[in-house]
Structure formats: structure tokens, C-alpha cells
């Protein structure tokens, strides 16, 4: 599928998927209908209605095999941001036993994380140019600030403690991310599923190639569900289109000054 496409708001999306659908659909009724006289007309109506269910339910299992793995990215990429969110939270909350200096920077180096992640690394992996070669460099060094700190006592040095883990788990998960947001469906997989369904659409034309009206309504219906399954398939198969940085920028409290 076409990155201009899987690109495009919504709306839009919507709107070119269902009209090609139709058109491929009217196309192919207007072809067999052409084709459907003397010998061939005898041919087309050869051709057993039995054989519909069949492609139908192909059509159907190669949706539902293609949406387990986009709608499994979708939720990997909502867990891993809610994950990388809690765990700034807690290094926010849990900076708070320190010193204002040092709690000051802290704030500061986690702010600048997230301002990084949503307005450099969101636009790169909605189109899947993001990559693990850039390196998170505020969430970094809050890690080594938060090493350089020196506990007045064992409650400070236990807080020292969380902090560090909370910080290795805000990273994991902001790699999770990023790596989520690099995957992307194969191109035999869009051909499968298109193909599949036009070989259906000729089926249905092919059957009902003497009945004007049956063959307008089936084929529309059909179109219609390739149109409904293809988009919700785009809609998500680039996760972080779909999923945005809201929860980081709810981290950003009133703490942080």
C-alpha cells in the first residue's frame, strides 16, 4: 500500500478506499457484461454460485489474519506509551525527596524527553523514519543524574533507587516504540488480501452476469465490505497515527517548571 495513502487524514483515506472499491467493482460489471454474450454468456453462467461462499470466506480469513498483526502492533503501541508515561511520572513524583536543585533539573531533563518525543520523534515514526540510532539524550542523562545524586539518608538513597529503575523502564519502553513503529505490512500480504477480493468481485459478476439488479446490489455490498476491511486495516497499520503522545504530555505537571 502507498505511503501517500496510509499518509492521509482520515476523511481522505476513507474516501479514496471506498471510491476505488466501487470503481473496481463497477469496472469489472461493466467488463462482464460486455463479455457475457453467445457462448461466453453460457460460460459465465456455468460458473457455480456455490463458489462464492468459498471465496467469501478465503477473503474473510485473510482479514482476519492481517488485523491480528496490525491490531496487535496498535495495542503493543499504546502499552508501550503508557508504560514510558508512568514511569516519567514516577521519576517526577519520586524527584520530589530531593533537593529543589536537583529535583529542578530532573524536572527539566524530563520535560525536555518528552518535548523531544512529541515534536521530533512522533512526526518520524508515524511515517516509520524513526530509528534507535538517535539516542534519547535527556532521558540519558537524567539516568546519570539521577546515579550522581548523593542520598542524605536510606529513604533518599531508596528513592535513588526506584528512580534509576523507573528511568531504565521509561527507556525500554521508548525503544519498544520506536521498534513498534518501524513495522509495517509486506507487500504480499496487501496483494493477498486485494487480490483475493477482486477474484471474488469477478465471481459475483460472473454468477449473476443475466441479472442487472442482483449483480449492481451484490457487487456493491461486497465492494463495500473489501472498502470497510482495507480501511480499517490502513487506518491502523501505522500504529502511532493512531496513537498519540497525550499521555507523555500529561506528564509534563505542574511540577515541572
Given at each position: 500500500m502507498g505511503d501517500w495513502l496510509l499518509n492521509l487524514p482520515m476523511p481522505w483515506m476513507a474516501l479514496v478506499i471506498f471510491l476505488t472499491s466501487y470503481l473496481v467493482a463497477g469496472s469489472i460489471g461493466f467488463v462482464v457484461t460486455t463479455l457475457a454474450v453467445n457462448e461466453r454468456a453460457k460460460g459465465f453462467k456455468a460458473v457455480s454460485p456455490g463458489m462464492l461462499p468459498p471465496l467469501g470466506?478465503?477473503?474473510?480469513?485473510?482479514?482476519?489474519?492481517?488485523?491480528?498483526?496490525?491490531?496487535?502492533n496498535f495495542d503493543k503501541a499504546k502499552g508501550a506509551v503508557m508504560t514510558e508515561a508512568s514511569a516519567l511520572r514516577a521519576v517526577v513524583l519520586l524527584a520530589g525527596a530531593f533537593p529543589d536543585e536537583q529535583r529542578t533539573r530532573i524536572y527539566a531533563l524530563v520535560n525536555r524527553h518528552i518535548d523531544e518525543s512529541v515534536n521530533k520523534e512522533w512526526p518520524k515514526m508515524t511515517q516509520r523514519r524513526a530509528t534507535l540510532a538517535t539516542l534519547p539524550t535527556a532521558l540519558i542523562e537524567a539516568l546519570h543524574v539521577t546515579f550522581g545524586l548523593k542520598p542524605a539518608d536510606d529513604s533518599q538513597r531508596a528513592v535513588q533507587?526506584?528512580?534509576v529503575k523507573e528511568l531504565h523502564t521509561a527507556l525500554d519502553a521508548r525503544r519498544q516504540r520506536i521498534v513498534i513503529s518501524e513495522s509495517a505490512l509486506g507487500t504480499v500480504k496487501w496483494v493477498g488480501i486485494l487480490l483475493q477480493g477482486l477474484c471474488t468481485l469477478v465471481a459475483i459478476a460472473m454468477v449473476h452476469s443475466d441479472n442487472r439488479l442482483a449483480r449492481a446490489i451484490t457487487l456493491t455490498l461486497f465492494?463495500?465490505?473489501?472498502?470497510?476491511?482495507v480501511l480499517l486495516i490502513a487506518a491502523y497499520s501505522r500504529p502511532f497515527t493512531s496513537v498519540g503522545p497525550e499521555l507523555l504530555k500529561q506528564v509534563i505537571a505542574s511540577e515541572v517548571q
Amino acid at each position: 500500500m502507498g505511503d501517500w495513502l496510509l499518509n492521509l487524514p482520515m476523511p481522505w483515506m476513507a474516501l479514496v478506499i471506498f471510491l476505488t472499491s466501487y470503481l473496481v467493482a463497477g469496472s469489472i460489471g461493466f467488463v462482464v457484461t460486455t463479455l457475457a454474450v453467445n457462448e461466453r454468456a453460457k460460460g459465465f453462467k456455468a460458473v457455480s454460485p456455490g463458489m462464492l461462499p468459498p471465496l467469501g470466506i478465503l477473503f474473510a480469513l485473510l482479514v482476519g489474519f492481517i488485523a491480528v498483526e496490525v491490531w496487535g502492533n496498535f495495542d503493543k503501541a499504546k502499552g508501550a506509551v503508557m508504560t514510558e508515561a508512568s514511569a516519567l511520572r514516577a521519576v517526577v513524583l519520586l524527584a520530589g525527596a530531593f533537593p529543589d536543585e536537583q529535583r529542578t533539573r530532573i524536572y527539566a531533563l524530563v520535560n525536555r524527553h518528552i518535548d523531544e518525543s512529541v515534536n521530533k520523534e512522533w512526526p518520524k515514526m508515524t511515517q516509520r523514519r524513526a530509528t534507535l540510532a538517535t539516542l534519547p539524550t535527556a532521558l540519558i542523562e537524567a539516568l546519570h543524574v539521577t546515579f550522581g545524586l548523593k542520598p542524605a539518608d536510606d529513604s533518599q538513597r531508596a528513592v535513588q533507587l526506584e528512580m534509576v529503575k523507573e528511568l531504565h523502564t521509561a527507556l525500554d519502553a521508548r525503544r519498544q516504540r520506536i521498534v513498534i513503529s518501524e513495522s509495517a505490512l509486506g507487500t504480499v500480504k496487501w496483494v493477498g488480501i486485494l487480490l483475493q477480493g477482486l477474484c471474488t468481485l469477478v465471481a459475483i459478476a460472473m454468477v449473476h452476469s443475466d441479472n442487472r439488479l442482483a449483480r449492481a446490489i451484490t457487487l456493491t455490498l461486497f465492494a463495500t465490505g473489501i472498502a470497510l476491511s482495507v480501511l480499517l486495516i490502513a487506518a491502523y497499520s501505522r500504529p502511532f497515527t493512531s496513537v498519540g503522545p497525550e499521555l507523555l504530555k500529561q506528564v509534563i505537571a505542574s511540577e515541572v517548571q
